[in-house]
């Protein structure tokens, strides 16, 4: 029994149209360059 299938249209990938892709997918976060944080015990 095999699972695999094969894709109706394999040159179709919806997800990588541009309108999907975020350009700055880490906006929002947090900074972009924190200061160092340093633990003494």
Known sequence: MSR???LP???HFP???P???HRLP???LG???PPPR???L
């Open 19 to 21: 309108e999907y892709v």
């Open 31 to 33: 900074e972009l360059d």
């Open 4 to 6: 695999l299938r094969t």
């Open 38 to 40: 340093i633990l003494l």
């Open 26 to 28: 880490a906006l929002g």
């Open 15 to 17: 997800a990588l149209r």
């Open 9 to 11: 249209d394999p040159d």
